[in-house]
T-cell receptor
Framework: AQSVTQLDSQVPVFEEAPVELRCNYSSSVSVYLFWYVQYPNQGLQLLLK??????LVKGINGFEAEFNKSQTSFHLRKPSVHISDTAEYFCAVSSNAGGTSYGKLTFGQGTILTVHP | NAGVTQTPKFQVLKTGQSMTLQCAQD?????MYWYRQDPGMGLRLIYYSASEGTTDKGEVPNGYNVSRLNKREFSLRLESAAPSQTSVYFCASSASWQEYFGPGTRLLVL
């Protein structure tokens, strides 16, 4: 079984300030890690994913995340946010065991990022 | 290329009524999923289909049934709706460890 905890339910920040959205996971097997973004009244869109290789992953819209296996974390960062980054962000994990080419995602509770002018 | 489409976008039901949520994808993906989204709980997997002809339960399957009609279509049925099923339902399909989500169906059960 696996679980995901997003440590902040809401994060307010001023425009052009840096932001970090925190995510910790628990799993008994190796996992793949994801961050999705949901804009109001829309579906989810993939921001970035970690499957293997470099632990620093760069995604769309200037976001990046770092996989830390020892701390079981996958925090999302952006050095300078824009008003348009206001959205809800979800961290998710999928087990990569069994050699399957698909993965059922386990999501965190979500973090609402609000960027103020 | 429409991606993942869902119908209807909105639905209001009375307790005990039945309905089917439709989902289709045009990306030739093998795997498809149904999630529900509730405030403060993220998305929870209801059912998934790893490939055409197979379906399996996810985290919260009670009160739902699914049908993988063909490779493109994956429907979710509520046989007897309950107020606890008021939620936003998302369909997704996946390839190469990336899931693509539809726009969602907002369901209110009175």
């Amino acid at each position: 079984a696996q679980s995901v905890t997003q440590l902040d339910s809401q994060v307010p920040v001023f425009e052009e300030a840096p932001v970090e959205l925190r995510c910790n996971y628990s799993s008994s097997v190796s996992v793949y890690l994801f961050w999705y973004v949901q804009y109001p009244n829309q579906g989810l869109q993939l921001l970035l994913k970690y499957l293997s290789g470099s632990t620093l992953v760069k995604g769309i819209n200037g976001f990046e995340a770092e996989f830390n296996k020892s701390q079981t974390s996958f925090h999302l960062r952006k050095p300078s946010v824009h008003i348009s980054d206001t959205a809800e962000y979800f961290c998710a994990v999928s087990s990569n065991a069994g050699g399957t080419s698909y993965g059922k995602l386990t999501f965190g509770q979500g973090t609402i990022l609000t960027v103020h002018p | 290329n429409a991606g993942v489409t869902q119908t209807p976008k909105f639905q209001v039901l009375k307790t005990g009524q039945s309905m089917t949520l439709q989902c289709a994808q045009d990306m030739n993906h093998n795997s498809m999923y149904w999630y529900r989204q509730d405030p403060g709980m993220g998305l929870r997997l209801i059912y998934y289909s790893a490939s055409e002809g197979t379906t399996d339960k996810g985290e919260v399957p009670n009160g739902y049934n699914v049908s993988r009609l063909n490779k493109r279509e994956f429907s979710l049925r509520l046989e007897s709706a309950a107020p606890s099923q008021t939620s936003v339902y998302f369909c997704a399909s996946s390839a190469s460890w990336q899931e693509y989500f539809g726009p969602g169906t907002r369901l209110l059960v009175l």
